[in-house]
């Protein structure tokens, strides 16, 4: 496993996700203190899962979404 400092990690933030993306855990570590461990996902979490889209298709009240945006942006007290 290798480690980095969090200042090597806002300096070097493409080589360290670089080692992540070939397969390694990195720690990072704060005043000498590990703090966070950075580890690859798994292949099966890296593809896209539709869960929560178009979940609002079938409300009524946002058949026109312009109108609906307009309204939720509209003054709620007038001054």
């Known amino acids: 496993m290798k480690t980095a400092t969090a200042k090597e990690l806002r ?3 493409s080589s360290i996700l670089e080692n992540i993306r070939k397969g390694r855990d990195v720690t990072i570590t704060l005043r000498g203190k ?5 580890k ?5 979490e890296r593809e ?13 009240d946002m058949k026109n979404v312009a109108e609906w945006v307009a309204e939720r942006r509209k ?4 001054r």
């Open 40 to 44: 690859p996902l798994l292949k099966e």
């Open 11 to 13: 300096s070097k933030t």
């Open 48 to 60: 896209f899962s539709p869960v929560g889209f178009a979940m609002w298709k079938d409300r009524k």
């Open 75 to 78: 003054e709620r007290f007038p």
């Open 34 to 38: 590990s703090i966070a461990v950075i």
